[in-house]
């Protein structure tokens, strides 16, 4: 990942024939870091702004399984938004990245794979603390 680059769209194989596609990600193989936890997010209306945060310590790849939506990301000095619609695309977020998802479609469904287990002492989720941690 470059310096000025906020995130990387990690591409996973495509496995198919004329029944349907697969994409199988394995540890070790397909990710910068060991998955300890997974979750997804669906139901989410159009217009509405999730995330709101950074972390400390916590890294993420995120897949839009279904549907469509943007993620807007910020370390302080600059912005970058990207459209996520493949299932076949992770984008990668290294910590120390403020992060905000919106432009929801109706059957968006959004899975996360994180570095670490939920530790609500690794959010920051005031922009202002935010910009004085990254000063640091």
């Not at 790849?61 to 910020?74: A, E, M, P």
Request: hydrophobic fraction near 35%; charge should be negative; charged fraction near 25%.
């Amino acid at each position: 990942m470059k310096s000025k680059d906020l995130a990387q769209l990690l591409e996973f194989p495509i496995h198919g024939d004329k029944n349907g596609k697969l994409v199988a990600l394995e540890k070790g193989a397909d990710f910068p870091f060991e998955i300890k936890r997974v979750y997804y997010i669906w139901g989410t209306q159009a217009n509405a702004v999730r995330g709101r945060h950074a972390h400390k310590k916590l890294e993420q790849v995120i897949i839009c399984t279904s549907g469509s939506c943007d993620f807007i990301l910020d370390n302080g000095n600059d912005s970058q938004t990207f459209h996520l619609n493949t299932p076949h695309q992770g984008l990668y977020i290294k910590n120390n990245v403020w992060r905000e998802f919106t432009n929801f479609s109706p059957d968006c469904v959004v899975m996360v794979l994180a570095s670490e287990h939920y530790n609500e002492e690794d959010y920051i989720r005031d922009y202002k603390e935010f910009l004085k941690n990254i000063e640091q």
